[in-house]
């Protein structure tokens, strides 16, 4: 009798990408619907951040319109198009590259996981630090603004606003750039203004709560937010309730910590002030055109920054990761392996799909698998905006992420709250235009990410 042969298939590495061409290595976050984890690829022994979402838990959410845009909106503004020079000169203006966004490598499927392959960013994430620092130097935060400034003047070009632009989605590389990431309720924007509300409340402009309709301006208003609190420690306006945090928001006068001026230059403050003004005609970096952006650079506070070498990375940032430590909460990795009762495992794919659910054949041919070493970038749009705006969302109680983000971070699309019909634009594509009226009701309910502060909202540093 022969011995039965245990060795696993061999990898087809000229196949389509799949979860076996990985190694699994530790978790180092985790995110609404899934976790993000480090893992090598198996031939070229690059390192890369794993972000997977469990398809059951998407459906559940009625979140599977924002994964496919996710997916999307990462081919079309993935970086460094190094494989494929010639695009640069043949591609449409909407396939360039930028270098603080954070790339996009592969996507595929399993069964029961969509998977995204990120550039790893080492530094972690600025939630991380600021939650261990308290704050940060003036000169720290200003290279970070200038790095975000040109991620988010880069993605109005492209007609993509993020909306949900705060301290956990910008992450740091080895090298200490920052960088956008977390692309899951970014859309692309056209001349009618959306009205849907969408994003991290704390860092929500004042038009996106008001419900008067909003553009690309918001994202300005989301870094001015972080600025404060960087900078400061806290954020600039607080409220025990949704309520109060939107009056705060629409209403309550700029106001600085005693000490700011041991921690801000009239300068920063300058620039902070720009940011959060409510008017957005006059915001700083909304002037059309990219004006507005030029106009920032000019301002006095940026006169350290040599923005013609930044999108190099050459300059050195003021805050170097620390790379002997590890720069991410411990707790994601104790949790995957205390407390996981389905740890993530490569598995082959079963051969009959048939009999899946609406949602998970659509996910099944929309989330495309993706090779940036084999395959162009392109980009979905117009196609893709009819994808979240025919959502509708009424399940409840999003699962809650790893902890620090603060009390009132309410990513609300699609986030259990109710949501109420799409709007058509006129003659043109679907965009996201949900009407979501929040009640109180709804505040328990909110994509909180750490729920004992959503229990004891006035109890924290950010209050
Ligand atoms: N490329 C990466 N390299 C290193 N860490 C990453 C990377 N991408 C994500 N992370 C970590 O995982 C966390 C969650 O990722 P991400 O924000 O993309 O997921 P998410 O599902 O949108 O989370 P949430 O909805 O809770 O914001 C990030 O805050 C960051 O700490
Ligand atoms: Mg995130």
Same mark, same amino acid.
């Given at each position: ?9 061999p ?7 799949n979860?076996?061409?990985f190694l ?8 609404a ?7 090598? @690829?198996?031939?070229?022994?690059d &390192? ?33 198009p190094?494989?494929f020079p010639?695009?640069? *000169? ?8 930028h270098?603080?966004i ?15 392959v ?15 620092l ?12 200038a ?5 988010l003047?880069?993605?109005? /070009?492209?007609?993509i ?5 705060k301290?956990?989605?910008?992450? &740091? ?14 859309? @692309?924007?056209?001349?009618r203004?959306?009205?849907?509300i969408?994003? =991290?409340?704390?860092?929500m402009a ?16 989301s870094l001015?937010?972080?600025?404060y609190? &960087? ?5 600039p306006f #607080?409220? !025990?309730?949704?309520? /109060?945090?939107?009056y705060?928001?629409s ?10 001026? #041991? ?14 003004e409510? /008017?957005?005609?006059k915001?700083?970096?909304? #002037?059309?055109?990219?004006?507005? *952006? ?9 006169k350290p920054i040599d ?8 300059q050195t =940032?003021?805050?170097i990761?620390?790379a ?26 079963r ?5 899946? =659910? ?9 989330f495309?698998?993706?090779? *940036? ?11 893709n905006? @009819?994808l ?15 902890p620090?983000?603060p ?8 986030s259990? &709250? ?5 709007? !058509?634009?006129?003659g043109?594509p ?9 009640h109180p ?7 909180? !990410?750490?729920?004992r ?11």
């Amino acid at each position: 009798m022969g011995a039965v042969c245990c060795r696993s298939q061999p990898i087809d590495f000229e196949g389509e990408v799949n979860l076996f061409h990985f190694l699994l290595l530790r978790c180092v976050g985790k995110g609404a619907f899934g976790k993000v984890r480090v893992v090598q @690829h198996k031939q070229t022994r690059d &390192l890369y951040a794993l972000k997977y979402i469990n398809k059951a838990k998407c459906v559940k959410m009625k979140a599977v319109p924002n994964v496919i845009q996710e997916r999307r909106l990462l081919e079309e503004v993935r970086s460094q198009p190094d494989y494929f020079p010639l695009l640069l *000169f043949t591609g449409t203006p909407n396939q360039i590259d930028h270098p603080f966004i954070v790339n996009l490598r592969y996507a595929f499927q399993d069964d029961e996981n969509c998977f995204f392959v990120l550039d790893l960013m080492l530094g972690g994430d600025l939630r991380f630090h600021l939650e261990r620092l308290g704050s940060m130097p003036e000169e720290t935060v200003r290279f970070y603004v200038a790095q975000l400034s040109s991620a988010l003047s880069f993605l109005h /070009d492209m007609g993509i606003m993020h909306r949900d632009l705060k301290p956990d989605n910008i992450l &740091l590389d080895d090298k200490g750039n920052a960088h956008l990431t977390d692309f899951n309720i970014a859309v @692309h924007f056209g001349e009618r203004k959306l009205t849907g509300i969408a994003g =991290s409340m704390a860092y929500m402009a004042p038009e996106i709560l008001l419900k008067r309709g909003y553009t690309y301006h918001i994202d300005w208003w989301s870094l001015g937010v972080c600025t404060y609190e &960087l900078i400061f420690g806290r954020r600039p306006f #607080k409220g !025990r309730s949704n309520n /109060d945090l939107t009056y705060s928001i629409s209403k309550d006068p700029l106001k600085w910590p005693e000490d700011a001026e #041991k921690k801000c230059s009239r300068a920063g403050m300058q620039v902070i002030k720009g940011l959060l003004e409510r /008017d957005s005609s006059k915001r700083f970096g909304c #002037k059309p055109n990219g004006e507005g *952006f030029q106009e920032l650079r000019r301002h006095p506070w940026f006169k350290p920054i040599d923005w013609d070498t930044l999108e190099s990375k050459t300059q050195t =940032s003021p805050f170097i990761p620390d790379a002997k430590k590890a720069n991410f909460d411990a707790s994601h990795e104790l949790e995957e392996l205390l407390l996981e009762d389905n740890p993530l495992k490569a598995r082959a794919r079963r051969a009959n799909q048939d009999n899946l =659910s609406a949602e998970m054949r659509q996910m099944e041919e929309q989330f495309t698998p993706y090779d *940036f070493k084999k395959m162009q970038r392109r980009s979905y749009y117009p196609h893709n905006q @009819h994808l979240i705006s025919t959502a509708t969302a009424t399940s409840s109680g999003l699962a809650s992420s790893r902890p620090g983000t603060p009390a009132n971070d309410l990513r609300v699309e699609n986030s259990g &709250l109710r949501v109420e019909g799409a709007d !058509r634009v006129d003659g043109g594509p679907m965009y996201n235009n949900h009407s979501l009226d929040l009640h109180p009701a709804d505040e328990l309910n909110t994509k909180d !990410r750490d729920t004992r502060r959503m229990e004891k909202p006035d109890d924290s540093s950010y209050a």
